[in-house]
């Protein structure tokens, strides 16, 4: 037994579940841990199967340019992660080469590329949506999936810098989008059930920038347009989120001109499922060894 193993992200690494990579944030997956996700993807989409919604699968970038119009750099600037590369002379090149030999900065050549990483699985939807035209009297609804980055580095496992998240999006009339949004909410918690965590959901809001940002967030609550699914994985008194449910009015119909079949400004809802974050809560509730787990947990992910 490895007696310095007092952590719970100690215990993680210990047993292959993660492997460090020496960032924090930063890590490996092992074979349990993605089996479980594996198994919590399959029981989301049995969730959501009668809602017959659209799939479709990001990559970890998206485009630059459809990014600054997003507005997500006047919002989470801190959380922001660019691709840069070398784009310079072979002069330039035998520079960088012996600043990294001699230990110093050698990025300063690199320039930003046409590509991003995406923040939020939903972020390279709603451009896609806006081309095809006005939706029909149905709306829309989509199954999305993205590896996300956001930098905060943090020795919190279930705070990491490049993670899955599993995304429903609504768009279409005001109420549809709500009530979409109020129909999962019920779902979640038999979904927290079936895994047997113990949870509770209550309203939120987003890390917002800066003074302006606090406005943002505290009118974000008044509103009650952000609830969040909070489980305890690194302690009791402060939950982490792992499922959230967002309402963003006409936010993303007006910033991209998706319209209605009437015409009018799409609403847009949107119920996302921390896929690493769900995984680790039941690492902490269950036990490092997925074989203990109880029968009924294994049998809901198909294990």
Excluded at 203 to 223: H, L
Aim: proline residues 5%; hydrophobic residues 40%.
């Amino acid at each position: 037994m490895c007696q310095a193993c007092d952590s719970f992200l100690d215990r993680l690494f210990a047993k292959g579940v993660l492997h460090a990579t020496g960032v924090d944030g930063l890590y490996g997956r092992g074979q349990a841990f993605e089996a479980v996700i594996e198994g919590m993807d399959r029981l989301i989409t049995r969730f959501s199967a009668g809602d017959r919604a659209e799939v479709i699968r990001f990559p970890p970038g998206m485009n630059r340019g459809l990014f600054e119009k997003s507005g997500y750099m006047k919002n989470f600037p801190q959380l922001a992660g660019t691709v840069h590369s070398f784009a310079g002379s072979e002069k330039d090149h035998l520079a960088l080469l012996d600043n990294i030999h001699n230990g110093g900065d050698w990025t300063g050549g690199q320039e930003a590329t046409d590509i991003v990483l995406t923040p939020a699985a939903c972020y390279p939807l709603y451009p896609i949506v806006a081309r095809r035209g006005p939706l029909a009297a149905e709306g829309g609804l989509f199954d999305i999936q993205s590896y996300c980055f956001r930098r905060e580095p943090s020795k919190d496992p279930a705070r990491m810098q490049m993670f899955r998240m599993r995304e429903f999006v609504r768009i279409g009339a005001p109420e549809q989008a709500a009530s979409f949004r109020e129909s999962w909410l019920e779902r979640a918690r038999d979904f927290a059930e079936a895994l047997e965590l113990p949870h509770h959901i209550d309203v939120a809001n987003d890390p917002f920038f800066g003074r302006a940002g606090r406005m943002m967030a505290s009118s974000q609550r008044e509103q009650a347009l952000k609830f969040e699914l909070l489980v305890p994985i690194e302690s009791a008194e402060n939950p982490t989120a792992c499922q959230s449910f967002n309402y963003h009015q006409d936010h993303f119909g007006a910033l991209w001109d998706i319209k209605t079949a009437t015409g009018e400004t799409a609403h847009t809802a949107c119920v996302g499922f921390g896929m690493e974050r769900l995984a680790l809560a039941l690492f902490k509730h269950h036990g490092i060894d997925a074989d203990g787990w109880p029968n009924s947990v294994r049998s809901a992910l198909s294990l």
